[in-house]
């Protein structure tokens, strides 16, 4: 499975691709923002090509922020044509955005990932809820499919009133309120998506890679290598975590107090 770094920080990018287990970089918005606002000043496309840089040849996605085709296909191109050079730019676009039921929308996100195809623009298809979003946003062309686990369980654990805390554990096989396995149309957790988004796509032969986005914890970062992600995107410290644990610490003062002399003179 390949990592993904979910951050638009340079200090946090740079590093680890200097630990050497960086495949790539998602951003989003949101995450442009924090980033603007932790960099005041900044000169937001040097500081866009500096991230490009900073990953080589890995994959970085920008994400457009309009919400029509019309718009996000100019947007997408606009994006592209700054950025092209580094030759690793991806455009991330919403696979559906509209704001609600009515709007007529719907289908934006799917027409802009085929017009992008035609124009050899690499795409990752974002907000991903259902396997169903992920079949109709990889028969489109995305390259990237980017399932938002975190934000599943979160609407899951919302709509059952549990309260919980953004980085909890959410079981991969779903958790029970009293009379039945908590569900969104059949989804029992947000690695579950992944799994029938990989399955689905797999089985029916689409190419598009699957990006476990939206992850918390490292529990769920290895739930989601276990089902089959291609990919995971997964925040800074949430990527320092999977190192961590007390008996490794514990190891390394008793192995570290226990060397001899004789060991270190070894010539
Ligand atoms: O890659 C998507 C991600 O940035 C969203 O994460 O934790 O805000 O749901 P989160």
Redo the contacts with the bound molecule.
């Keep these: 499975m390949k990592i993904f770094i979910?951050s638009a920080d340079i200090e946090e990018i740079n590093d680890v691709f200097s630990w050497g287990v960086g495949d790539g970089v998602?951003t989003?918005p949101?995450?442009i923002k924090k980033a603007v606002e932790k960099h005041v000043g900044i000169d937001l496309k040097s500081y866009i090509k500096k991230i490009l840089r900073t990953s080589g040849d890995s994959p970085v996605s920008l994400e457009v922020t309009k919400t029509t085709a019309e718009e996000m296909i100019s947007e997408a191109k606009k994006l592209y044509d700054l950025f092209e050079e580094s030759g690793n730019v991806n455009i991330k676009v919403p696979v559906n955005p509209a704001f609600e039921d009515g709007d007529n929308t719907h289908f934006d996100g799917i027409k802009v990932l085929q017009e992008l195809k035609k124009s050899n623009i690499p795409t990752n298809a974002t907000l991903i809820f259902t396997p169903e979003q992920a079949l109709l946003a990889a028969k489109a062309g995305a390259d990237y499919i980017?399932p938002?686990a975190?934000?599943i369980d979160d609407h899951l654990r919302k709509s059952a009133g549990l309260s919980f805390e953004?980085t909890d554990y959410f079981p991969r096989k779903g958790m029970s309120n009293g009379q039945g396995l908590l569900h969104d149309e059949g989804i029992v957790s947000g690695v579950h998506l992944v799994e029938e988004c990989v399955d689905i796509l797999e089985k029916h032969g689409y190419g598009s890679e699957v990006i476990a986005?939206?992850l918390?914890n490292t529990r769920q970062v290895r739930e989601a290598a276990l089902v089959g992600a291609h990919i995971a995107?997964i925040p800074y410290d949430v990527i320092k975590d999977m190192l961590k644990h007390p008996k490794t610490f514990e190891g390394m003062v008793s192995f570290t107090k226990d060397v001899v002399k004789e060991y270190e003179d070894l010539k």
């Design positions: 979910d998602t989003n949101s995450l980017s938002f975190g934000r953004k986005a939206s918390r995107t």
